[in-house]
C-alpha cells in the first residue's frame, strides 16, 4: 500500500502535528491487512523526506 498525500494546514504548521500523521496512516495501512507502507514523497518535496525519516521510515530501494 502506497501512502500519497499528509497535509497539514498552513495555520497548524510548526507545532510538530504532522509528526503524528505518518503513524496514524501506518496504524490504518497495518488494520487494512498490508504487510508495509511505502511514502512516495516526490524529487521536489524536501520536507517530507525529514519528516517521514523521524517517524521511523527509511529509504526504499528503487
Known amino acids: 500500500m502506497e501512502i ?3 497535509h497539514v494546514s498552513a495555520a497548524h504548521r510548526g507545532h510538530g ?3 503524528a500523521l505518518p503513524a ?3 496504524t490504518t ?3 487494512a491487512g ?3 507502507a511505502v511514502p512516495e514523497t516526490g ?3 524536501h520536507d ?3 519528516l ?3 517517524a521511523g521510515f527509511g529509504p526504499v530501494a528503487s
Do not use: I, M, T, W
Request: proline share 4%.
Open 4 to 6: 500519497k498525500r499528509l
Open 17 to 19: 502535528h504532522g509528526y
Open 24 to 26: 496514524a496512516r501506518e
Open 29 to 31: 495501512v497495518v488494520s
Open 34 to 36: 498490508a504487510d508495509r
Open 43 to 45: 524529487v521536489d518535496n
Open 48 to 50: 517530507a523526506p525529514a
Open 52 to 54: 517521514f525519516h523521524h
